[in-house]
């Protein structure tokens, strides 16, 4: 199981911290990656992060204002999100992909999800 938190409301130019906590430590072997679905759009890919070595990909759209992490003792990955604006507004999600290894930047590379925190960035 993925439990995402940390969401809320936030300004313009705020950041907020969302958390992805796994209630298995199976969960830390694997690639995790954040999504995000705004009010009547598709889920998009937002970050991801590899287990082993770190590596860390990003939209373009979020590249330069987020940051993914993960910590291993707490079993929890992060996403820092600075310079909110407006078009970040949606409902995030993480997810794990345990069928193949590397970097997944589809819906369908993972096949297990959190329940999503919702973020709302007020101009």
């Known amino acids: 199981q993925l439990q995402a938190s940390g969401g809320g409301l936030a300004q313009a130019g705020g950041s907020l911290r969302l958390s992805c906590a796994a209630s298995?430590?199976?969960?830390?072997?694997?690639?995790v990656g954040w999504f995000r679905q705004a009010p009547g759009k598709e889920r998009e890919f937002v970050s991801a992060i590899t287990w082993r070595s770190g590596k860390t990909t990003y939209a373009d759209s979020v590249r330069s204002r987020f940051r993914i992490s993960r910590v291993g003792a707490e079993n929890t990955w992060y996403l820092q999100m600075n310079s909110l604006i407006p078009e970040d507004t949606a409902v995030y999600y993480c997810?794990?992909?345990?069928?193949?290894?590397?970097?997944?930047?589809?819906?369908?590379?993972?096949?297990?999800w959190g329940q999503g925190t919702k973020v709302t960035v007020s101009s």
């Open positions: 298995q430590r199976t969960f830390a072997m694997y690639t």
């Open positions: 997810a794990a992909m345990t069928l193949r290894a590397g970097l997944g930047h589809s819906v369908s590379d993972y096949d297990y």
